[in-house]
């Protein structure tokens, strides 16, 4: 076995966009943790959720499977509990596994491989948010957005949100705490998941007050006429209830500068968390992950939150750092979230020397190692991601492939980007003369993909019988499956049964140097 075992500290952020932190050029934000760890570490500069949703995104993210294979649809999809994760690889790889905040599981099992689990999720885990493909035009009020968020943005002393990062962030400090004064060798896989800069856009007034003054500039792209929408956003348009309100210039900015906010709040609690694993003497040899489930569009096209694949919605954050094994570097190669699960086993592999358990399920993931390590040679340059929620009553796919982006639906016209020289995308390409084969490619890419029929009519099949298992758990005594975190309080703290010098010694970290009394 090595000599020295290496922690995993993965840090997710929900609904953070790649585009508003500094490292990745945003001029406005003030995130200098996350500035620093880019600097330090790995920083992919083109990766992608893998489904811009939060549970679609995070069973992609766990499983290492793309979201049609796992049966991760939306937002009140079921993963069966054998469906392996990370966290069960690891396991049986010689590692501690531990959850704090959200993951967003649906159904029964709520640990998904975890050895522990320290909080609640913030969200239910239950059948109540299933779309429906069979009338795909109708909103759902009691849980689809609306544009409360933005009209309502500004200064919060708390919020349900805060209250809950609060909790998750103090919660992953204890966590670290307990290993380093504890007796388990096994190396830790702590993953401490915020749900923060999730809208709604409210933040403490500390980090109001950090834009104060700050020039903050208005969206890039405006909301363009509906006649020169394209049609995923006219259909997102009615799930957030646009055209509801009227959103002044002033309404936007201020739902950016708490947005905003809320993402110095998320940079906080990462240097806590560092000055922590500092503390106990487990910084050196920790390999800290950074990234989100998926973006949010903050006013770009007029639209907010997520379900898009526009940059603003699609592109996540993903940093990986390990001074003492990577140099630092910026990869310009597209990546997704499936590439996680593979890119931790091998991490894993290095830390304990356990081979890799075969996989029970394929992989659509790969392994990010040889990027991390500047070897591009026989990377595919590629990163996909899907999207079967609501919003669209048919599947939809987004191939990224060198700095070509293609999105495709069979109820929408095609869309083809070059982010180079359009980062902004607002020049469609597919009737451009010069880009015919390359269009041509990326269709017959999308239909190699997948069988979008068939697999339009097994979303609804799935969507039809989760509603109806739904309606009737509900009839009756209710039995909720969101998680209950187990505490025992007659073993905490100071107790009568206990050795109280003893106990005050191992509850100690460093231990104090041993003495003999007379």
């Known amino acids: 076995m090595p000599d020295r075992q290496n922690h995993l500290l993965i840090v997710m952020a929900d609904q953070l966009t790649a585009?508003?932190?500094?490292?990745?050029?945003?001029?406005?934000?003030?995130?200098?943790?996350?500035?620093?760890?880019?600097?330090?570490?790995?920083?992919?500069?083109s990766a992608y959720s893998s489904s811009p949703l939060c549970t679609p995104a995070r069973?992609?993210?766990?499983t290492g499977q793309n979201i049609s294979q796992c049966g991760g649809y939306d937002n009140a999809a079921y993963l069966t509990a054998t469906m392996p994760t990370f966290a069960h690889y690891l396991r049986l790889m010689g590692y501690k596994?531990?959850?704090?905040?959200?993951?967003?599981?649906?159904g029964p099992d709520q640990l998904h491989g975890f050895e522990e689990r320290v909080t609640t999720d913030i969200y239910p885990a239950d059948f109540g948010w299933v779309p429906d493909w069979t009338r795909p035009e109708e909103r759902i009020d009691l849980?689809?957005?609306?544009m409360s968020s933005v009209k309502q943005a500004g200064v919060a002393a708390i919020t349900n949100q805060l209250t809950y990062d609060d909790e998750v962030g103090q919660a992953v400090q204890r966590v670290i705490y307990d290993h380093a004064r504890g007796e388990d060798e096994r190396p830790l896989c702590l993953v401490a998941s915020f749900i923060h800069p999730h809208d709604p856009y409210a933040t403490r007034q500390q980090y109001w007050d950090l834009y104060e003054g700050a020039d903050l500039s208005l969206p890039t792209v405006s909301r363009p006429p509906a006649d020169q929408q394209d049609a995923h956003n006219r259909r997102l348009e009615k799930v957030i209830a646009l055209d509801a309100v009227d959103v002044s210039d002033e309404e936007i900015l201020n739902a950016r500068r708490a947005y905003y906010g809320n993402v110095s709040y998320?940079?906080?609690?990462l240097g806590r968390l560092q000055a922590t694993l500092h503390e106990c003497g487990m910084a050196e040899n920790t390999t800290i992950l950074f990234t989100s489930d998926h973006g949010d569009m903050l006013g770009e096209f007029g639209l907010w939150y997520k379900m898009s694949f526009r940059e603003w919605s699609c592109r996540i954050p993903m940093i990986v750092h390990c001074p003492n094994r990577f140099q630092s570097?910026?990869?310009?190669?597209?990546?997704?979230?499936?590439?996680?699960?593979?890119?931790?086993?091998?991490l894993a592999h290095e830390s304990t020397g356990v081979e890799v358990p075969a996989p029970i399920d394929p992989l659509q993931g790969r392994s990010l190692l040889p990027l991390c390590e500047g070897n591009a040679a026989n990377d595919p340059n590629c990163a996909i991601s899907e999207y079967l929620a609501e919003g669209t009553g048919a599947p939809m796919l987004m191939i990224r492939r060198g700095r070509y982006k293609f999105i495709t639906c069979p109820t929408d016209s095609d869309q083809l980007f070059d982010l180079e020289f359009d980062p902004s995308e607002v020049n469609n390409l597919v009737e451009a003369p010069e880009e015919t084969r390359r269009l041509t490619e990326f269709q017959a890419e999308a239909r190699q993909h997948w069988d979008a029929e068939a697999l339009r009519k097994r979303v609804i099949r799935d969507q039809e019988r989760r509603r109806r298992v739904h309606a009737a758990l509900r009839i009756g005594?209710?039995?909720s499956w969101d998680f209950d975190p187990k505490r025992d309080a007659s073993t905490e703290y100071t107790r009568s049964h206990l050795d109280l010098t003893k106990f005050d010694i191992t509850s100690r970290f460093p231990r104090p140097k041993p003495f003999k009394p007379r």
């Open 19 to 45: 585009l508003a932190l500094g490292c990745y050029g945003h001029r406005e934000v003030k995130s200098p943790h996350i500035n620093r760890l880019a600097a330090e570490g790995v920083l992919f500069e």
């Open 477 to 479: 005594r209710y039995q």
């Open 143 to 146: 849980w689809y957005h609306n």
């Open 59 to 62: 069973y992609a993210f766990m």
């Open 97 to 106: 596994t531990c959850l704090s905040g959200k993951m967003h599981f649906v």
């Open 266 to 269: 998320v940079d906080e609690w």
């Open 329 to 346: 570097r910026r990869v310009p190669n597209p990546v997704a979230q499936v590439d996680m699960l593979p890119t931790l086993l091998d």
